[in-house]
């Protein structure tokens, strides 16, 4: 016995069945949902017409609200397509039980993603290298050889991406459905798409110097289709994309893992990007935060960071550019730091 | 006040929805505790009406229900004619049927109320999808570059079984609770070890896993634990002194040495076996396998009603087979508990 309601509880067996799914491979499962139910009552008149996706979607997720879960979708930074996930709304305790992971590995998980989040010059990516070594900060018993299989796991499982070069990154569900952690989490660090205002941590920015734009790489490729200058500082780019500077793995500087980020949590007063500092160091790029002459007054406050307040990226990287006296040690990690004077 | 009452009815009930949900993600049973401590909070008075709410919003949301795990007391020597009266009563609570009533675990799984044909619809391949899903494949170099973290190829079905989780503990399962089933449907460990060995597993050996577990050293024995605990096997000792359980002719029949003192362990199936998977479906799912092996593959490709397509010898043969592994079991599969 089947009922017209049939289609949307199929499709959403369906949709739980895949994690991610682009939104064509959407649309065709909606039409074949109905086909099926269809087919074991032929007298059903089902309401279905294929350029009403949108009004499906909604549908599904009035009945979806009540439960904090949704239907979301997001473009995948890499390929341009509109990617439709499950997702859940509201990080209550009952939500953390929905992991098969331990708790240490939950911990690994949040470590790799801080470093994806902290990472210099915009990469937002870490090397494999990177991400093994941060077992040691991570309060867990595991051997860099488990670690190899659980990032594994994370990657097969759709959390984490890792490029051909081996760098691990934010994978489209990732950034589907813990984007309000992330931006709660990490606000200086987030950015915005100027043209879509999503998140974006793979595509372009503006080259000149106090330009804030950062474009996807199909916002950017959208635009371009029609304009060859910046949005927003209105310069003009020409014909060569070579100029500009990429957001993500491209903009990945060898050596910029010399040292280890951490987000340290002091009693100071704001927290901005200290990152930029590195960033002006190595590529006079402009700091997507605008006060940057602060934080070199900021370094010298800062303290060993143990207390609560806002967040403070400290730096514990060899440069020559910071005069300042010393660097503030990271609260977590004492071991393998080399102390400065 | 009422309309309070009506509204925290409702938030509870979402709750248990999402707690359910999730719980089922980690593939373990939702224990009533833990409802309790979780949704309830103090106010466990309620929790009939709760639940009620929440399996409505299952069914009508995703087509799902909570369902009670049911334990059945061990099997003991039995008197045919009064199994056969047993298995034709199916509701549990029947008063006067002690020995053979099961009762509830409180531990709940989730499971699929969607039309049986509906189901098998949407497990079958279909082209159109197939043609979409396997272009999509094919373009992401990332999927197939990497042979570290070898993604299924699409089936093309509209629920994408083939991306289940561990589908090789799933596959070993079933050919584990086939043996219970067509000894009997309990055998002893010394007879199941036998025959897994038969086919290459003996206790350490490495049960593949896909690269979505952490953990990838993964026994055989640890498999069977695993198993044990999901609730999907159920190991007993049989004979001890201190139980009120009889031994088992049967059973006891490969024991070497002296019956009457031997403690033997047991393996049957657990309780979400009995409520996920179901005695039937196991049947088929041997008569399918035995069917085709004798065929020989003349009747190969099974699709959307393979049955119903086949000949009529080969039904013949498969009604047969059924009836066998009916008998073998000792007589009236059951359906889903």
């Known amino acids: 016995m089947v009922s017209s309601n049939d289609v949307q509880k199929l499709f959403l067996q369906a949709v739980a069945s895949r994690r991610i799914l682009s939104k064509q491979v959407a649309a065709k499962i909606w039409y074949k949902c109905v086909e099926a139910v269809q087919a074991v009552d032929e007298t059903l008149e089902i309401e279905y017409r294929e350029n009403k996706w949108d009004e499906w979607v909604n549908r599904l997720n009035a009945a979806l609200e009540p439960l904090a879960i949704e239907f979301a979708h997001v473009f995948d930074e890499a390929t341009g397509k509109d990617m439709y996930a499950l997702v859940n709304r509201k990080s209550d305790e009952i939500a953390q039980l929905a992991s098969d992971y331990t708790a240490g590995e939950i911990m690994y998980f949040r470590a790799i993603l801080e470093q994806i989040m902290l990472a210099p010059n915009e990469s937002y990516c870490v090397s494999s290298l990177a991400a093994l070594r941060e077992v040691n900060h991570v309060q867990t018993t595991m051997t860099k050889s488990q670690a190899q299989h659980v990032l594994g796991s994370f990657v097969a499982r759709g959390w984490l991406l890792k490029s051909p070069k081996g760098r691990y990154s934010l994978s489209t569900r990732t950034i589907l459905e813990l984007q309000p952690y992330l931006r709660s989490t990490y606000p200086d660090e987030v950015l915005e798409c100027t043209i879509c205002f999503e998140m974006v941590t793979s595509g372009y920015a503006c080259f000149t110097p106090a330009c804030k734009l950062r474009l996807h790489n199909h916002c950017y490729k959208n635009h371009r289709r029609m304009r060859s200058d910046c949005p927003t500082c209105k310069v003009e780019w020409g014909e060569d994309d070579s100029k500009l500077l990429r957001v993500g793995e491209q903009a990945f500087k060898d050596g910029q893992e010399k040292g280890r980020r951490v987000r340290s949590v002091e009693a100071d007063e704001d927290g901005d990007g200290e990152e930029d500092e590195e960033q002006s160091q190595s590529q006079s790029r402009e700091p997507s935060e605008p006060s940057q002459s602060q934080t070199k007054v900021k370094k010298e406050k800062t303290t060993k960071g143990k207390g609560k307040g806002k967040k403070k990226v400290a730096e514990s990287d060899e440069d020559e550019e910071m005069e300042e006296d010393g660097e503030t040690p990271p609260p977590r990690t004492q071991g393998k730091r080399k102390a400065r004077s | ?337």
């Open chain 2, 1 to 337: 006040m009422n309309v309070d009452g009506e509204g925290d009815l409702e938030r509870k009930a979402n709750d248990l929805v999402r707690l359910a949900l999730f719980t089922e993600n980690k593939h373990m049973p939702l224990r009533r505790d833990e409802i309790s401590k979780k949704v309830m909070g103090s106010k466990s008075r309620r929790f009939g009406e709760v639940l009620a709410r929440a399996q409505q919003i299952l069914s009508n949301t995703f087509g799902m229900q909570l369902v009670e795990l049911q334990t059945r007391p061990a099997e003991e020597e039995k008197d045919k004619k009064e199994d056969k009266a047993q298995e034709k009563n199916k509701d549990k609570n029947a008063p006067g049927i002690k020995k053979k009533a099961p009762t509830g675990t409180k531990s709940y799984i989730l499971r699929s109320v969607l039309d049986p044909q509906l189901i098998k619809l949407a497990t079958v391949p279909d082209d159109d999808l197939l043609r979409l899903e396997k272009g999509e494949f094919d373009a992401d170099p990332e999927l197939n570059a990497e042979d570290e973290y070898p993604v299924p190829e699409p089936t093309g079905a509209i629920i994408a079984w083939e991306r289940g989780d561990q589908l090789q503990s799933i596959g070993l399962l079933y050919v584990v609770l086939s043996f219970i089933l067509v000894h009997g449907r309990s055998i002893s460990d010394n007879d199941l070890r036998t025959l897994l060995r038969r086919l290459r597993l003996t206790a350490n050996t490495q049960v593949p896993r896909d690269a979505r577990a952490s953990l990838q050293h993964y026994t055989l024995d640890q498999f069977l634990s695993t198993a044990i605990r999901q609730g999907y096997l159920d190991r007993q000792r049989i004979g001890e002194a201190k139980g009120a359980q009889k031994k088992r002719g049967r059973a006891s029949a490969t024991q070497g040495g002296n019956n009457d003192d031997a403690v033997i362990l047991e393996w049957r199936w657990g309780p979400r076996a009995m409520a996920e998977v179901g005695e039937q479906d196991i049947a088929r799912f041997v008569a399918d396998f035995m069917v085709e092996r004798t065929r020989g593959d003349v009747d190969s490709e099974d699709d959307e009603g393979g049955n119903a397509h086949e000949d009529p010898e080969t039904k013949k043969m498969r009604d047969g087979m059924l009836k066998g592994i009916g008998k073998a079991a000792g007589g009236n599969l059951a359906e889903l508990l």
